[in-house]
């Protein structure tokens, strides 16, 4: 028996108020798309998001995107999100603007997205067992099929993406982050906790972090795919509002292949310390036994 199509249902206004996703639906995103303050987006378990590619001129990021607004929830089992065409297909082409997570604790902004804390809100709640994403995010650059060459059409955006998040705000136990046009998992001015990140094939670096702090307790896996360069590190450490900490609980697995970077500092008893060249790839495929591993970066970016 032909197994059936999942009925389609497109997402082109705000969620103003609590929604359900239901699993055995497809759903598209095909407009720049807030999750607003006081809604509470349910997502069932097993549910795929599709972001449609694509640009939208009056939107900020110019592109479809899902973004979590201040003092927005969601409640989630499994879902994953990838990037698709105007005829809903899944491909493998990063245009669009990907996926955010907004918190009300602290300020911050990036690529056109601010937050600032609004003690009139709640704070963010959101939480998830496992977020997939693939191919989201929006490259800096194209090749154009006609003529061949690299057109530039602005500033790349990340293919998931972390904003002003409290600890408390956040519980979503796993992230997949793949082929992002980015950075596989931007952190911006928060402090999050997650048992496990899996990293893979970014366009540019893995885990990039902004005076944040991001603690992972079970595994932590980046893998940028053999290609190494200047923009393209397994971590990028910024400091322009205070320190940057990633701190790999003790009993963590690590599996991790790429350019360490030189901004940073590697404290371990465990996992080896990086040649200091930025042609140099790190690899290190164990557990941080003996006690937590910290990566940080206090005053350089």
Avoid at 85 to 110: H, I, M, S, V, Y
Avoid at 120 to 149: E, K, N, Q
Avoid at 193 to 200: A, E, G, K, M, P
Avoid at 269 to 296: C, E, I, M, W
Wanted: aromatic share 6%.
């Amino acid at each position: 028996m032909a197994k059936a199509t999942p009925k389609v249902q497109v997402i082109t206004t705000d969620i103003t108020r609590n929604r359900t996703l239901r699993r055995g639906r497809l759903y598209v995103i095909a407009d720049e798309v807030h999750v607003r303050a006081g809604a509470r987006l349910t997502i069932e378990d097993g549910v795929t998001i599709l972001v449609r590619n694509g640009r939208i001129p009056r939107a900020k990021l110019r592109r479809c995107a899902l973004i979590f607004d201040p003092g927005s929830r969601l409640a989630a089992g499994r879902v994953t999100l990838r990037a698709c065409n105007a005829e809903n297909r899944p491909e493998r082409l990063q245009d669009n603007g990907g996926l955010w997570f907004l918190g009300n604790t602290q300020a911050a902004a990036k690529d056109g997205i601010s937050v600032k804390p609004d003690r009139a809100l709640p704070l963010s709640s959101f939480t998830a067992r496992a977020i997939s994403v693939h191919w989201l995010g929006r490259r800096d650059t194209y090749r154009s099929a006609v003529t061949g060459r690299e057109l530039d059409i602005g500033d790349d955006v990340d293919g998931f993406s972390v904003l002003g998040m409290g600890v408390t705000e956040w519980k979503i136990s796993k992230v997949l982050s793949a082929w992002s046009a980015d950075d596989g998992f931007d952190v911006t001015n928060s402090r999050i906790v997650l048992d496990r990140l899996d990293i893979r094939s970014p366009n540019e670096d893995g885990l990039n972090i902004s005076s944040s702090r991001v603690e992972i307790r079970k595994s932590l896996s980046i893998d940028m795919n053999g290609v190494c360069g200047r923009d393209r590190q397994l971590f990028d450490l910024e400091t322009d509002d205070g320190a940057s900490y990633i701190e790999i609980r003790r009993g963590c697995r690590v599996q991790v292949e790429g350019v360490f970077g030189d901004e940073m500092v590697l404290s371990s008893k465990d996992l080896k310390q990086p040649v200091r060249r930025r042609s140099g790839v790190y690899r290190f495929n164990g557990v941080s036994r003996r006690q937590a591993t910290l990566v940080y970066s206090i005053d350089e970016d």
